[in-house]
Protein backbone atom coordinates (compact mmCIF):
# COMPACT_ATOMS: atom_id res chain seq x y z
CA UNK A 1 0.00 0.00 0.00
CA UNK A 2 1.15 3.26 -1.15
CA UNK A 3 1.68 5.60 2.27
CA UNK A 4 -0.96 8.62 1.65
CA UNK A 5 -1.19 11.38 4.30
CA UNK A 6 -4.20 11.40 6.43
CA UNK A 7 -7.04 13.65 5.59
CA UNK A 8 -7.41 15.32 8.52
CA UNK A 9 -11.13 14.14 10.08
CA UNK A 10 -13.58 16.25 11.72
CA UNK A 11 -14.97 13.75 14.49
CA UNK A 12 -18.45 14.49 15.78
CA UNK A 13 -21.55 12.57 17.29
CA UNK A 14 -25.02 12.63 16.41
CA UNK A 15 -27.68 11.69 18.58
CA UNK A 16 -30.27 9.26 17.16
CA UNK A 17 -33.55 7.07 18.49
CA UNK A 18 -32.04 4.93 20.13
CA UNK A 19 -28.09 5.32 20.01
CA UNK A 20 -25.61 8.06 19.62
CA UNK A 21 -23.64 7.88 16.50
CA UNK A 22 -19.79 8.67 15.93
CA UNK A 23 -18.98 9.90 12.54
CA UNK A 24 -16.43 11.74 10.97
CA UNK A 25 -16.54 14.07 7.68
CA UNK A 26 -13.11 14.34 5.32
CA UNK A 27 -12.76 16.78 2.29
CA UNK A 28 -14.56 19.26 0.58
CA UNK A 29 -16.53 18.57 -2.48
CA UNK A 30 -19.30 16.09 -3.75
CA UNK A 31 -20.44 13.94 -0.93
CA UNK A 32 -19.73 10.42 -0.46
CA UNK A 33 -20.87 7.90 2.53
CA UNK A 34 -18.78 4.81 2.80
CA UNK A 35 -20.82 2.86 5.02
CA UNK A 36 -20.06 -0.46 6.59
CA UNK A 37 -21.78 -2.95 8.55
CA UNK A 38 -20.29 -4.24 10.99
CA UNK A 39 -17.07 -2.75 9.96
CA UNK A 40 -17.04 0.92 11.23
CA UNK A 41 -14.75 4.57 10.76
CA UNK A 42 -11.58 2.80 10.61
CA UNK A 43 -12.06 -0.05 8.17
CA UNK A 44 -12.35 2.91 5.42
CA UNK A 45 -10.33 5.59 7.19
CA UNK A 46 -7.39 4.29 4.12
CA UNK A 47 -9.48 5.16 0.96
CA UNK A 48 -11.36 8.15 2.90
CA UNK A 49 -8.06 9.71 2.86
CA UNK A 50 -7.46 8.93 -1.00
CA UNK A 51 -10.92 10.27 -1.84
CA UNK A 52 -11.00 13.46 0.22
CA UNK A 53 -8.80 14.80 -2.05
CA UNK A 54 -11.50 15.95 -4.19
CA UNK A 55 -14.84 15.11 -2.08
CA UNK A 56 -16.22 15.13 0.89
CA UNK A 57 -16.34 11.78 2.62
CA UNK A 58 -18.47 10.65 5.05
CA UNK A 59 -17.77 7.70 7.23
CA UNK A 60 -19.32 6.08 10.37
CA UNK A 61 -19.59 3.46 13.40
CA UNK A 62 -22.63 1.83 12.76
CA UNK A 63 -24.78 1.79 15.94
CA UNK A 64 -23.57 -0.69 18.56
CA UNK A 65 -20.47 -0.64 17.20
CA UNK A 66 -17.05 0.94 18.45
CA UNK A 67 -17.92 4.40 19.47
CA UNK A 68 -21.96 4.27 18.37
CA UNK A 69 -23.33 2.70 21.90
CA UNK A 70 -26.86 2.01 22.03
CA UNK A 71 -29.42 3.08 24.94
CA UNK A 72 -30.23 -0.83 25.04
CA UNK A 73 -26.95 -3.05 23.95
CA UNK A 74 -29.56 -5.94 23.49
CA UNK A 75 -31.33 -3.82 20.22
CA UNK A 76 -30.86 -6.11 16.73
CA UNK A 77 -28.88 -3.90 14.15
CA UNK A 78 -31.49 -4.08 11.35
CA UNK A 79 -30.98 -2.77 7.91
CA UNK A 80 -33.84 -0.81 8.38
CA UNK A 81 -32.37 0.90 11.43
CA UNK A 82 -28.82 1.48 10.05
CA UNK A 83 -30.60 3.00 7.14
CA UNK A 84 -32.20 5.39 9.14
CA UNK A 85 -29.18 6.38 10.64
CA UNK A 86 -27.98 7.34 7.63
CA UNK A 87 -30.72 9.42 6.27
CA UNK A 88 -30.39 11.40 9.55
CA UNK A 89 -26.96 11.35 9.27
CA UNK A 90 -26.82 12.62 5.50
CA UNK A 91 -29.38 14.96 7.00
CA UNK A 92 -27.85 16.77 9.55
CA UNK A 93 -25.01 17.30 7.12
CA UNK A 94 -27.53 18.60 4.79
CA UNK A 95 -25.27 16.40 1.83
CA UNK A 96 -28.01 14.89 0.00
CA UNK A 97 -27.99 14.09 -2.89
CA UNK A 98 -24.98 11.57 -2.23
CA UNK A 99 -23.30 8.46 -3.56
CA UNK A 100 -22.99 5.89 -1.05
CA UNK A 101 -20.84 3.13 -1.50
CA UNK A 102 -22.07 0.09 1.32
CA UNK A 103 -19.47 -3.01 1.58
CA UNK A 104 -21.18 -6.41 2.76
CA UNK A 105 -23.59 -5.68 5.94
CA UNK A 106 -22.86 -1.94 4.77
CA UNK A 107 -23.90 -3.15 1.17
CA UNK A 108 -27.90 -4.20 2.46
CA UNK A 109 -28.15 -0.86 4.80
CA UNK A 110 -27.29 1.39 1.43
CA UNK A 111 -30.03 -0.69 -0.28
CA UNK A 112 -32.77 -0.27 2.36
CA UNK A 113 -31.78 3.75 2.67
CA UNK A 114 -31.96 3.92 -0.96
CA UNK A 115 -35.48 2.12 -0.46
CA UNK A 116 -36.50 4.53 2.25
CA UNK A 117 -35.00 7.53 1.02
CA UNK A 118 -34.56 7.87 -2.38
CA UNK A 119 -34.43 11.44 -2.93
CA UNK A 120 -30.46 11.43 -0.75
CA UNK A 121 -29.22 9.47 -3.17
CA UNK A 122 -27.47 10.09 -6.17
CA UNK A 123 -25.50 6.94 -7.13
CA UNK A 124 -25.67 3.67 -4.55
CA UNK A 125 -22.78 1.29 -4.62
CA UNK A 126 -23.63 -1.89 -3.58
CA UNK A 127 -20.67 -3.66 -3.06
CA UNK A 128 -21.03 -7.76 -2.07
CA UNK A 129 -24.23 -7.48 -0.30
CA UNK A 130 -24.45 -10.57 1.65
CA UNK A 131 -28.75 -11.07 0.20
CA UNK A 132 -29.06 -14.79 1.30
CA UNK A 133 -32.54 -14.57 0.87
CA UNK A 134 -32.60 -13.79 -3.14
CA UNK A 135 -30.81 -17.73 -3.24
CA UNK A 136 -32.60 -20.59 -4.38
CA UNK A 137 -29.80 -22.02 -0.99
CA UNK A 138 -31.15 -19.75 1.45
CA UNK A 139 -33.22 -22.23 3.63
CA UNK A 140 -29.64 -24.28 3.68
CA UNK A 141 -27.59 -21.11 4.46
CA UNK A 142 -29.92 -19.86 7.16
CA UNK A 143 -29.35 -23.10 8.76
CA UNK A 144 -26.20 -22.83 8.87
CA UNK A 145 -25.92 -19.57 10.44
CA UNK A 146 -28.02 -20.62 13.27
CA UNK A 147 -25.41 -22.81 13.66
CA UNK A 148 -22.47 -20.43 13.38
CA UNK A 149 -24.29 -18.17 15.94
CA UNK A 150 -24.87 -21.49 18.20
CA UNK A 151 -21.34 -22.19 17.65
CA UNK A 152 -20.39 -18.87 18.95
CA UNK A 153 -22.54 -18.30 22.10
CA UNK A 154 -20.94 -21.66 23.05
CA UNK A 155 -17.60 -20.36 23.42
CA UNK A 156 -16.17 -21.43 20.45
CA UNK A 157 -14.93 -18.43 19.04
CA UNK A 158 -12.85 -19.45 16.38
CA UNK A 159 -15.02 -22.58 15.34
CA UNK A 160 -17.62 -20.08 14.69
CA UNK A 161 -15.36 -18.37 12.44
CA UNK A 162 -14.14 -21.31 10.81
CA UNK A 163 -17.94 -22.30 9.60
CA UNK A 164 -18.50 -18.63 9.19
CA UNK A 165 -15.87 -18.41 6.50
CA UNK A 166 -16.67 -22.20 4.90
CA UNK A 167 -20.19 -20.75 4.45
CA UNK A 168 -19.12 -17.74 2.35
CA UNK A 169 -16.54 -19.93 1.01
CA UNK A 170 -13.63 -18.15 1.40
CA UNK A 171 -10.53 -19.43 2.11
CA UNK A 172 -7.94 -18.51 3.94
CA UNK A 173 -4.31 -19.90 4.85
CA UNK A 174 -3.92 -22.13 7.54
CA UNK A 175 -3.26 -20.64 10.83
CA UNK A 176 -5.13 -17.16 9.92
CA UNK A 177 -8.14 -17.66 11.74
CA UNK A 178 -6.50 -18.92 15.54
CA UNK A 179 -3.79 -15.76 14.65
CA UNK A 180 -7.06 -13.57 14.39
CA UNK A 181 -9.59 -14.74 16.64
CA UNK A 182 -7.75 -16.59 19.37
CA UNK A 183 -6.28 -15.24 22.05
CA UNK A 184 -5.80 -12.22 23.67
CA UNK A 185 -7.86 -9.64 21.88
CA UNK A 186 -8.98 -6.24 22.17
CA UNK A 187 -12.01 -5.70 24.47
CA UNK A 188 -14.17 -3.45 21.58
CA UNK A 189 -13.31 -5.69 19.24
CA UNK A 190 -14.94 -8.89 21.00
CA UNK A 191 -17.57 -6.18 22.16
CA UNK A 192 -18.47 -5.60 18.12
CA UNK A 193 -17.55 -9.28 17.51
CA UNK A 194 -20.39 -10.30 19.81
CA UNK A 195 -22.61 -7.78 18.44
CA UNK A 196 -22.23 -9.15 15.27
CA UNK A 197 -23.20 -12.36 15.88
CA UNK A 198 -25.71 -11.99 18.53
CA UNK A 199 -27.70 -9.02 17.24
CA UNK A 200 -26.42 -8.07 13.27
CA UNK A 201 -25.24 -11.45 10.68
CA UNK A 202 -29.22 -12.73 11.33
CA UNK A 203 -31.61 -9.55 9.95
CA UNK A 204 -28.80 -8.46 7.48
CA UNK A 205 -28.29 -11.75 5.95
CA UNK A 206 -31.84 -12.28 5.83
CA UNK A 207 -33.42 -9.10 4.74
CA UNK A 208 -35.50 -9.21 1.67
CA UNK A 209 -34.80 -6.22 -0.38
CA UNK A 210 -38.03 -4.70 -1.81
CA UNK A 211 -36.95 -5.35 -5.41
CA UNK A 212 -40.20 -2.83 -6.91
CA UNK A 213 -38.77 0.07 -4.95
CA UNK A 214 -35.21 -0.50 -5.89
CA UNK A 215 -36.08 -1.36 -9.86
CA UNK A 216 -37.48 2.33 -9.28
CA UNK A 217 -34.24 3.66 -8.96
CA UNK A 218 -31.96 1.01 -10.63
CA UNK A 219 -30.28 3.83 -12.82
CA UNK A 220 -28.93 4.89 -9.92
CA UNK A 221 -27.61 1.75 -8.99
CA UNK A 222 -24.73 -0.30 -9.44
CA UNK A 223 -23.89 -3.61 -8.06
CA UNK A 224 -20.55 -4.50 -7.02
CA UNK A 225 -18.31 -6.84 -7.13
CA UNK A 226 -14.67 -7.96 -5.70
CA UNK A 227 -12.91 -9.62 -8.74
CA UNK A 228 -11.31 -12.18 -6.33
CA UNK A 229 -14.48 -13.02 -5.26
CA UNK A 230 -15.87 -15.43 -8.18
CA UNK A 231 -17.68 -18.41 -6.79
CA UNK A 232 -18.28 -16.86 -2.84
CA UNK A 233 -21.14 -16.38 -1.17
CA UNK A 234 -21.61 -12.96 -1.44
CA UNK A 235 -20.48 -12.84 -5.44
CA UNK A 236 -23.38 -15.44 -5.90
CA UNK A 237 -26.30 -13.03 -4.18
CA UNK A 238 -24.38 -10.00 -5.79
CA UNK A 239 -25.09 -11.51 -9.00
CA UNK A 240 -28.82 -12.78 -7.90
CA UNK A 241 -29.33 -8.91 -6.96
CA UNK A 242 -28.09 -7.46 -10.59
CA UNK A 243 -30.26 -9.81 -12.37
CA UNK A 244 -33.76 -8.82 -10.72
CA UNK A 245 -32.93 -5.04 -11.01
CA UNK A 246 -31.71 -6.34 -14.95
CA UNK A 247 -28.53 -4.62 -14.43
CA UNK A 248 -24.55 -5.92 -14.91
CA UNK A 249 -22.44 -6.41 -12.08
CA UNK A 250 -19.29 -3.99 -11.87
CA UNK A 251 -15.96 -5.89 -10.91
CA UNK A 252 -13.83 -3.71 -8.43
CA UNK A 253 -10.55 -5.00 -7.51
CA UNK A 254 -9.73 -7.64 -4.83
CA UNK A 255 -12.32 -9.35 -2.81
CA UNK A 256 -14.58 -8.91 -0.67
CA UNK A 257 -13.06 -6.27 1.73
CA UNK A 258 -10.69 -4.81 -1.67
CA UNK A 259 -11.72 -1.42 -0.62
CA UNK A 260 -9.57 -1.78 2.70
CA UNK A 261 -7.12 -4.25 1.67
CA UNK A 262 -5.79 -2.84 -1.60
CA UNK A 263 -7.34 0.78 -1.15
CA UNK A 264 -4.69 2.23 -4.12
CA UNK A 265 -6.04 -0.10 -6.50
CA UNK A 266 -9.85 -0.22 -5.74
CA UNK A 267 -9.70 3.81 -5.85
CA UNK A 268 -9.27 4.37 -9.39
CA UNK A 269 -12.15 1.86 -9.81
CA UNK A 270 -14.49 3.61 -7.75
CA UNK A 271 -13.66 7.03 -9.30
CA UNK A 272 -14.38 5.46 -12.81
CA UNK A 273 -17.62 4.33 -11.73
CA UNK A 274 -18.54 8.08 -10.19
CA UNK A 275 -17.78 9.16 -13.30
CA UNK A 276 -20.16 7.32 -15.29
CA UNK A 277 -23.04 8.82 -16.29
Not at 114 to 139: F, G
Amino acid sequence: MTATPSAPATVRTLDVPGARLHYEVRGQGPVVALVGAPMGADAFAPLADRLATDHTVLTTDPRGIGRSPLDDPEQDSTPALRADDLHRLLAHLDAGPAVVLGSSGGAVTALAHAQAHPEQIRTVIAHEPPLEALLDDRDALAARTDDIIATYLAGDVVGAWRTFMEKAEITLPEGVLEKMFGGDRDPRQLADERRFFAHEIIPTTRWEPDLTALRAVADRLVVGIGADSAGQLCDRASRALATALGTEPVLFPGGHTGFADAPDTFLPRLREVLRTP
